[in-house]
């Protein structure tokens, strides 16, 4: 894999295997995708959470995470020489982390060092407690939210289960980071039960969570 990618600053953690619509609105975003189109190749980009950010007169700034994930873009909707937003649709496909930044194009070009999935001490034993616990979560919030969270067969492989669970649930941009930054399969897998438990709480303290929409690609994440 190339190791050089055009980047994206986006609003939410995008995984491994995740199928996301995403608005571009900022001129840098539609520079990514105008030069994607033009050079005809593979439309690979990387996507990074944007940490914070604010504005100074006509400028933003943004600070932004250090890992994020590469991502193929599928769709695009509007022309990307208008001026308005250009909806994409990523699909996440590898995580990496940012070793140099280059902005000395029209947008951020970021050298990365790819991250491989290690599945840790005992992957199965956790997806096991892990799944338990999120279909007690589907559940409850089905049962407060339509259209709720429906789900379908579950995927066997622990890595995968992990990133589609991490997109399904109702986090904060740095919760979802820590899952993305997870060490591997078990330790991702060990905090998603810990949020799990939060979030059931949570629900029944206070049960008004939105409804759940999420697409998912059949893909391996690595």
């Not at 001026?83 to 995580?95: A, C, K, N, Q, W």
């Not at 990496?96 to 060092?113: I, M, R, S």
């Not at 840790?120 to 407690?129: F, M, Q, R, Y």
């Amino acid at each position: 894999m190339d190791s050089r990618l055009p980047l994206l600053t986006v609003d939410t953690v995008i995984f491994p295997g995740l199928v996301l619509p995403i608005p571009v609105t900022d001129v840098q975003g539609r520079a990514v995708i105008r030069d994607l189109v033009e050079n005809g190749g593979e439309m690979m980009c990387g996507a990074l959470a944007v940490r914070d950010g604010y504005e100074l007169g006509e400028r933003v700034f943004r600070s932004l995470y250090g890992t994020g994930c590469s991502a193929t873009i599928s769709e695009i909707r509007l022309d990307a020489d208008d001026d308005g937003p250009v909806e994409i649709t990523l699909t996440g496909s590898h995580r990496f982390k940012v070793a140099e930044l280059d902005g000395g194009g029209d947008y951020l070009v970021a050298d990365v060092e790819w991250i491989d999935e290690e599945l840790g001490d005992d992957p199965l034993g956790a997806a096991t407690i892990a799944v338990a616990r999120f279909r007690r979560y589907a559940e409850a919030v089905s049962a407060i939210s339509r259209p709720g969270l429906h789900l379908g067969d579950l995927p066997d492989d622990p890595s995968t289960l992990s990133y589609l669970m991490s997109a399904a649930m109702t986090l904060l941009t740095p919760d979802r980071q820590k899952l993305l930054e997870a060490t591997d399969t078990t330790n991702r897998l060990t905090q998603l039960v810990g949020f799990l438990d939060a979030e059931l709480s949570a629900i029944t303290a206070l049960p008004s969570l939105p409804a759940t929409e999420l697409s998912w690609s059949s893909m391996s994440p690595n």
